[in-house]
């Protein structure tokens, strides 16, 4: 799923490509792709015809097109979507489910292979649409508060990486970037968020952001063609991911193999030496059966 990085790279490839241009016509290919739009897909169409873009703005991995209006044309990638920027007679990609017309000639295509994603218009407000209003501040939000994370993160009952992944507590972090932030802050993804401290805490927030800043300058992270920016182009961060998809291989920190393991149906990568557990959470090991 494409995560802050890679909804910020699509937010500032949209933002000089739209804003200021009016929307001449809307084609719905797929209705599915706005049955988070709950007045139906003429509605949408209809209200959206005419409308002038204003700004492109994202929290997290949400996305938001405000018009002159006053309304919101909201998105989420989900698993797979883009947006793309083409003329009206290019090849249309084998998933695109909505196109946008804007007065310059320009077509704004919304694409989806797995439609996990989707559009809808909001009636705002423009500063936070409030489909979204219980979404956390990310980290790269002037009004991001890490002391007050952090000091939510160890008040909760859970691990730090479902803290992490809580987009009511800290949005953009997905997967990937959890478990980056997470090798670089020294810490297992199963620490009691409870017992950390908070300098630890602190530290592991910290990481996250640093590790998404250096993602955003390689243009995000793909590992193929389900994540793409407004022209196409793939992100390249993962030639710099330190333990993502990469078990089996040493760590580059301390040379230890690092390991992959089952984590919320998905999959948590780590230095077994960098980051170990704390020893009071290590479970205990198997008892053997009586000795004959």
């Known amino acids: 799923m494409p995560e802050l990085p890679e909804v910020e790279t699509v937010r500032a490839g949209l933002e000089p490509l739209v804003v200021g241009r009016t929307v001449s016509a809307v084609h719905v290919l797929d209705a599915r792709c706005l049955r988070r739009h709950s007045a139906g897909a003429a509605d949408f169409c209809q209200r959206l015809r005419g409308q002038r873009l204003a700004d492109v703005r994202r929290r997290g991995k949400y996305l938001w097109i405000p018009t002159v209006a006053g ?137 996250a952001r640093t590790v998404m800043a250096a993602a955003l300058a390689q243009g995000g992270t793909s590992f193929d063609a389900l994540y793409v920016n407004v022209n196409g182009s793939s992100g390249y961060f993962s030639r710099h991911l330190e333990v993502y998809g990469r078990a089996g291989r040493p760590c580059r920190r301390c040379g230890s193999t690092i390991v992959r393991e089952s984590f919320m149906n998905r999959s948590s990568y780590l230095c077994p030496v960098c980051q170990p557990l704390p020893a009071a959470h290590v479970p205990a090991p198997a008892q053997s059966g009586p000795k004959r």
């Not at 998933?95 to 559009?119: E, K, T, Y």
């Not at 790269?140 to 008040?155: H, K, Q, T, Y």
Request: proline share 4%; aromatic share 6%.
């Open 71 to 207: 309304d919101v044309v909201l998105a989420h990638l989900g698993m797979s979507g883009q947006f793309r920027l083409d003329s009206p007679g290019d090849i249309l990609e084998a998933h695109a489910r909505l196109l946008i017309d804007l007065d310059d000639g320009s077509q704004l295509r919304f694409v989806d292979q797995r439609l996990f994603g989707g559009l809808a218009l909001s009636k705002g407000p423009v500063a936070l649409p409030a489909e979204i209003a219980h979404i956390g501040a990310d980290p790269f939000e002037p009004g991001f508060d890490l002391a007050a994370v952090a000091d939510r993160m160890i008040a909760r009952h859970s691990t730090v990486k479902r803290c992490l992944l809580d987009q009511t507590l800290v949005s953009g972090i997905g997967n990937i970037y959890a478990d980056e932030a997470l090798w670089l802050s020294r810490t297992h993804y199963e620490h009691p968020s409870q017992t950390l401290s908070t300098r630890r805490a602190r530290r592991v927030l910290r990481a």
